[in-house]
C-alpha cells in the first residue's frame, strides 16, 4: 500500500480498507528500515505521528471526510515545525525548535494531514544535489550511489521510495523540480505568492516557493488546495481566490497550445533525455495540442542573474544567524567579532559561506549597479520573454534538468553545480508556476518533464500534467528498493 | 573675517503607534527587558514582516502638514550591518523611495523673524534594540523591546546657518509632531533623536567638508555641541589645517564633539529593496482623507490667534508652541472672555507655575476652567488682580473651586464707599507726617498712603477707588 498514490490512500482510507494508524504504522516501519541508507530524513517523529494517525481515525469515525485526513507526509526540513527540531540543513540550527509553526505546515495539519517527520535537504536550500546539508547526502532510491537532486533531495528521495505517500518541498531555482526529476516523481512550483512563505526558512525572499512532492499531478492538485491561499503573515502572499485544482485535472488536452523553448534543446542536453521528452511531447500532441515553436531570448541569462540576485538576498537572510539569540554559538568568544567570525564560520558550511560572499560583494558599494540593478533588470527581462511567449501558448514544455542523477561527488566544481538548474531558474525569476512529472528513464534512471504554465496558471499546469499521466505511466514505476520493499512487508 | 555655519538635521522621530513597524507587539515603554520582542522582533527563522498600517498613515500625515510630496510608491530597503542588538543583521529602512519627499518647515527666531528650511526628505525605520553594557559583569546584555519600534527619519537640508536656528527648526518640529499626535516628542526617552550635519565656510564660498554629530539628546545640548562644533572648526581651519569629514560624538559632562572609532563609522551598509515587503503604493484617496483629518498645525494658530483673540505675534506664538498650551488657553479664553487677560494669566503666572513645579501643562494643577473662572471674578471686580494671585495660588495647591475660596477666605474686593471711606480717614489720622507732605506737593507719598490703606483691608479694598478717594481729601 505504500506505493499507493495519495488519492489512491485516500480512496482507501474512506472505505475502511485501512486506517490511518495502519498507514502510518507502515511507512514508520520503511522509514525504518530504508532511511539508515537513504538518509532522507533528518528527524522521524514516530510517536506525535501515530497519534495524529489515531486521532484522525477518530475524526473519521465520527464523519470526517476530507481527502487528507489521515494521509501521513513528511515536510522539508525548510518549514518550522512548533517543538520539533527544523535545522535546515545546517549545523547553525542543528539544535533549533521553533516555537511556531510555518503556515504550510499549519494548514496541512488543518487539513488532518499526519507528520512523519522532516526531511533532508541541502543547507539553507542551496545545492542541486543535497550533498551540501550537514546532516549527510542522501541516496537515490533508484541507485543509491547517485544523488536525488537537491534542494529538496530528501522529500523527493521519501515519495519515489515510499517512505511517504506525499512531502513538501521548496523551491528557488529547481529545488522541487529538479529532485522530483532525479527520483521519477511529479515536483510542483507554484506562482510565487500563492502559498505562505511564513515560518519557512528564507533562502531567497523574492524566489522561495513552497510545493509539493508526490506521485501524481492530482496528489499534487490535493496538496495545493491545503497549502495555497493569502496568509496576512506574509505581505508577499496574493489575495486571489484559489481555484478548485481537482475539479480542472480532468480538461482534456484537445486545443491545448504547448510552448517548445528552442533554447531548452541546445547543446548540453543529453541526447536520451532529448529523445525522452520530444516522446513526450508527441503524446501531448497526439491528444490533441499543437506544439509551436519559442524562443525565450534571455534565458541564457537566467543562471548568472540568479546567482547575484538570489545570493544577494542569501547575504542579508542569513545574517540573524550570528549566535546571540539562537542557534549555534562558537565556544568561548573572545568578543563580539569573535562570536560572529567563529560562530558563522563553524555553523556554515562552504557553499553557504560562498553565497553569501557572493552575496555580499554583489551589494557592495561600488559593484551594486553592476551586478544587483542589472540582474534585477534582466530578471524584469526574463519575465517579459515569458509574458510574451504566453501570449501565444497555454503551457511552456520541455526538459526540466539536462540529464538524470548523477553520482554523488561528481560536481565539485560550483559553477557546474549551478548550471543543474538552467532549465528551471528562469521560472523562479519570472515567478511562474511549474511542475515535473516523469518522462522517461535513461539507463535505469528518470528523467522529467516540465510543464510551466503564466501566472497563478497553477490550476492549468495541474491539468496539463495529470492529462500527460492519463496518457503515460512513468509515474507509476518504481525504485526497485520500493518494489521490493512491497513485496517484502506484503 | 567672519566664518558662516552650514548646519542639517537629521531627527529621528519614534512614531506613537501602539504596536511595532513590522511586528504586533507593543511599543509601551519601560516594559521588563525583553518582554515585548515576538518572533518577528527576534528575528526567528521564517518570520516576516507585516507593516503597521497606522505607522504608514503616521508618515502621511507629517509629509502632508510639511506640505511635502508623499512617495506614492514607496519602497523598503535592508540596511545591513552586524550589531548584538539588530536581530536580523538588517534594518529594514528607505532609501531611494522614501514616502515623504521634498517639503519644507518655517521656523521662528528669537528676533521675531520667521526662516523657510528645507526638509529634503522623512522616512520610515525601525529602531534597534538596546545593548547595556554597564550592568552585567563581562558580558553585555541586550533589550530587544525598542527593536522595531516606527522612527520617522526627518532630513533638512543644509540650511540653517547657526546653532540657534537648528534649536529653532527642532522646536518647531517637535511642535509640528506633537500637533499631529504621532509623536510625543520627548527627547529625554529618546522619542526624538537628533544627528547634526556642521561645516563651516566664508559666506558666498563653496561649502566645507562637514562632521556630523551624533546622539545629542536635549534641545540644550543641540546648541551646545553645535557652538562647540562651530568654534573647533574655526580653530582647525584658521590654524591652517583641514575638517575632516567625520562622525563625532558629544560629550554632555565636558561639553565637546570628539570623533567615533573608525571601526564605527566605517560600514558599507550594502542597501537593498527589502524583497519580504510589497511596494507601497498610496493612493489619491487616503491621501485626501488625511488631510481631511488633519488638525490646525501651529503656524495656521498662531496666525488665527493673533488676529481672533488680538494678541501680540510673540503672544500668540508662545501660546501655540505647544498643542496643549494653545488648547488651554482656548479655553481659558472663551470661558472668560478676555483673550488678552487670558493670554496674560496663561503666559505669566501659570508658565511660572509649571515651571516651577516642573510640569507638563497637561498636569498643570490649575483647570482651564478655574483659571477662566478666575478671570471672571477679576472682570466682574469680585476681586481685585492682586488678590486674584492669591487665589491662584490655592488653586496651585489643589483647591478647585473659585468662588468658594473667595467666600471662605473673604477675599472680596471692598467696594463700598462708606468701608473705603473709613479706611481712608484712619489712614490720614495715622500717617499725618505723610498726608502734610502730599499737601505740600510731594506726590510721591500718596503711593504710600494707598499702600497703607490697601494693608488695613488685607488687600480688599478696589485701590483705584482708595487712590480716588485720598486724592479728594487730601485736597480738600
Not at chain 1, 510555518?102 to 487539513?111: C, F, G, I, N, S
Not at chain 1, 550537514?134 to 522529500?155: L, W
Not at chain 2, 526627518?154 to 540650511?159: F, L
Request: glycine share 8%; charged share 25%.
Amino acid at each position: 500500500m505504500l506505493n499507493l498514490t495519495v488519492t489512491e490512500l485516500s480512496a482507501e482510507l474512506a472505505h475502511g480498507a485501512i486506517s490511518s494508524v495502519e498507514l502510518t504504522r507502515a511507512c514508520l516501519e520503511r522509514i525504518n528500515r530504508l532511511n539508515p541508507a537513504l538518509n532522507a530524513f533528518i528527524t522521524i517523529s514516530e510517536e506525535s505521528a501515530l497519534a495524529q494517525a489515531a486521532a484522525a481515525d477518530r475524526a473519521r469515525a465520527e464523519g470526517d471526510e476530507r481527502p487528507l485526513l489521515g494521509i501521513p507526509l513528511a515536510h522539508k526540513d525548510i518549514f518550522c515545525t512548533r517543538d520539533t527540531h527544523t535545522t535546515c540543513g545546517s549545523r547553525i540550527l542543528q539544535d533549533f525548535l521553533p516555537p511556531y509553526d510555518a503556515t504550510v505546515v499549519e494548514k496541512l495539519r488543518q487539513a488532518g494531514t499526519v507528520m512523519l517527520g522532516k526531511t533532508n535537504m541541502d543547507e539553507f536550500a542551496m545545492g542541486s544535489s543535497n550533498e551540501t546539508s550537514y546532516f549527510g547526502a542522501v541516496g537515490n532510491p533508484y541507485d543509491q550511489g547517485r544523488v536525488p537532486g537537491g534542494s529538496s533531495g530528501g522529500s523527493a528521495a521519501a515519495v519515489a521510495a515510499g517512505l511517504s505517500p506525499m512531502a513538501t518541498g521548496t523551491d528557488t531555482g529547481g529545488s522541487i523540480r529538479q529532485p522530483a526529476s532525479f527520483c521519477g516523481i511529479t515536483g510542483f512550483k507554484p506562482s510565487y505568492g500563492r502559498v505562505s512563505r511564513w515560518g519557512m526558512i528564507a533562502f531567497a525572499s523574492s524566489l522561495d516557493q513552497a510545493g509539493t512532492l508526490t506521485r501524481s499531478a492530482a496528489d499534487a492538485a490535493l496538496m495545493m488546495q491545503a497549502m495555497a491561499g493569502l496568509d496576512p503573515r506574509d505581505s508577499t502572499s496574493v489575495d486571489r481566490p484559489v481555484e478548485d485544482y481537482a475539479c480542472e485535472l480532468g480538461i482534456p488536452v484537445k486545443g491545448l497550445r504547448v510552448g517548445v523553448p528552442r533554447p531548452h534543446f541546445a547543446a548540453g542536453l543529453n541526447p536520451a533525455v532529448e529523445r525522452g521528452i520530444r516522446a513526450a511531447l508527441a503524446e501531448l500532441e497526439q491528444a490533441g495540442a499543437s506544439l509551436i515553436d519559442i524562443d525565450l531570448p534571455n534565458n541564457h541569462l537566467s543562471v548568472p542573474a540568479y546567482y547575484v540576485v538570489a545570493p544577494a538576498e542569501a547575504s542579508a537572510n542569513l545574517s540573524r544567524y550570528d549566535g546571540v539569540r539562537y542557534g549555534y554559538r562558537c565556544e568561548n568568544p573572545a568578543d563580539l567579532e569573535d562570536l560572529y567570525t567563529r560562530t558563522r564560520s563553524e555553523g556554515f558550511g562552504d557553499e553557504v559561506k560562498r553565497r553569501i560572499l557572493v552575496g555580499t560583494y554583489a551589494l557592495s558599494a561600488g559593484y551594486y549597479d553592476a551586478y544587483y540593478r542589472k540582474a534585477q533588470r534582466v530578471r524584469r527581462l526574463i519575465r517579459q520573454d515569458f509574458i510574451d511567449a504566453f501570449r501565444q501558448v497555454d503551457v511552456i514544455a520541455g526538459p526540466t534538468s539536462p540529464h538524470v542523477a548523477f553520482p554523488h561527488g561528481a560536481k565539485a566544481d560550483p559553477v557546474e553545480m549551478y548550471l543543474e538548474d538552467i532549465f528551471t531558474i528562469a521560472v523562479n525569476l519570472a515567478g511562474l508556476p511549474g511542475i515535473s512529472v516523469p518522462a522517461g528513464f535513461e539507463n535505469g534512471l528518470p528523467f522529467g518533464l516540465q510543464i510551466v504554465g503564466p501566472d497563478f496558471g497553477e490550476a492549468r499546469v495541474l491539468n496539463v500534467a495529470h492529462q500527460f499521466q492519463q496518457l503515460t505511466d512513468w509515474h507509476r514505476r518504481l525504485p526497485e528498493t520500493a518494489a521490493q520493499a512491497e513485496t517484502g512487508e506484503s | 573675517m567672519e566664518w558662516e555655519a552650514v548646519i542639517g538635521l537629521e531627527v529621528h522621530v519614534q512614531l506613537s503607534t501602539r504596536s511595532k513597524l513590522f511586528s504586533g507587539t507593543s511599543t509601551a515603554f519601560g516594559a521588563e527587558p525583553n518582554t515585548q520582542a515576538n518572533i518577528y522582533d527576534l528575528a526567528m527563522p521564517g518570520t516576516l514582516p507585516v507593516l503597521n498600517g497606522e505607522a504608514l498613515r503616521m508618515a502621511v500625515r507629517f509629509g502632508l502638514a510639511i506640505d511635502a510630496e508623499i512617495g506614492r510608491h514607496s519602497i523598503f530597503d535592508r540596511k545591513n550591518y552586524f550589531y548584538p542588538d539588530l536581530p536580523k543583521g538588517y534594518q529594514t529602512s528607505q532609501l531611494d523611495y522614501p514616502i515623504v519627499g521634498r517639503g519644507s518647515i518655517v521656523i521662528n527666531l528669537e528676533d521675531g523673524t520667521e526662516k523657510r528650511i528645507g526638509v529634503t526628505r522623512a522616512h520610515m525605520e525601525e529602531d534597534a534594540g538596546k545593548s547595556l553594557h554597564e550592568e552585567f559583569a563581562d558580558a553585555s546584555g541586550i533589550d530587544l523591546n525598542r527593536a522595531g519600534t516606527p522612527l520617522l527619519e526627518i532630513v533638512s537640508d543644509p540650511d540653517l546657518r547657526s546653532a540657534k536656528e537648528a534649536v529653532a527648526y527642532l522646536k518647531k518640529l517637535h511642535s509640528i509632531v506633537r500637533y499631529l499626535d504621532i509623536s510625543d516628542g520627548d527627547m529625554s526617552q529618546g522619542s526624538m533623536r537628533c544627528d547634526a550635519n556642521v561645516s563651516i565656510r566664508r559666506p558666498g564660498a563653496e561649502l566645507g567638508t562637514r562632521t556630523e554629530i551624533k546622539n545629542v539628546n536635549s534641545f540644550r545640548f543641540v546648541e551646545k555641541a553645535i557652538n562647540f562644533e562651530i568654534r573647533r572648526q574655526q580653530d582647525v581651519l584658521e590654524d591652517g589645517g583641514n575638517i575632516v569629514q567625520e562622525t563625532r560624538l558629544y560629550d554632555s559632562v565636558r561639553d565637546e564633539t570628539r570623533p567615533m572609532r573608525g571601526k564605527e563609522v566605517a560600514n558599507d551598509y550594502r542597501y537593498f529593496p527589502e524583497p519580504d515587503l510589497l511596494p507601497v503604493e498610496i493612493g489619491e484617496d487616503l491621501i485626501e482623507r488625511i488631510r481631511s483629518e488633519l488638525p490646525e498645525l501651529p503656524d495656521a494658530r498662531k496666525r488665527r490667534f493673533a488676529a481672533e483673540y488680538d494678541l501680540s505675534a510673540y503672544d500668540a506664538g508662545v501660546l501655540t508652541a505647544s498643542r496643549e498650551m494653545a488648547d488651554y488657553f482656548e479655553q481659558v479664553a472663551q470661558g472668560c472672555g478676555d483673550a488678552k487677560l487670558a493670554a496674560n494669566w496663561v503666559s505669566v503666572e501659570l508658565q511660572a507655575l509649571l515651571n516651577r513645579e516642573n510640569l507638563d501643562i497637561a498636569d498643570s494643577p490649575v483647570s482651564a476652567g478655574a483659571l477662566a473662572d478666575l478671570i471672571l471674578r477679576i472682570r466682574d471686580k469680585t476681586i481685585s488682580g492682586k488678590i486674584a494671585k492669591t487665589v491662584f495660588e490655592q488653586l496651585a495647591a489643589g483647591s478647585r473651586d473659585v468662588d468658594g475660596i473667595i467666600e471662605r477666605q473673604g477675599l472680596r474686593q471692598v467696594t463700598d464707599e462708606g468701608e473705603i471711606e473709613k479706611l481712608v480717614d484712619r489712614v490720614i489720622d495715622e500717617n499725618a507726617a505723610q498726608a502734610q507732605q502730599f499737601r505740600d506737593g510731594k506726590q510721591q507719598v500718596l503711593g504710600y498712603l494707598v499702600g497703607q490703606a490697601m494693608k488695613l483691608s488685607r488687600g480688599k479694598a478696589n485701590p483705584a477707588r482708595v487712590n480716588e478717594l485720598l486724592r479728594d481729601k487730601l485736597r480738600s
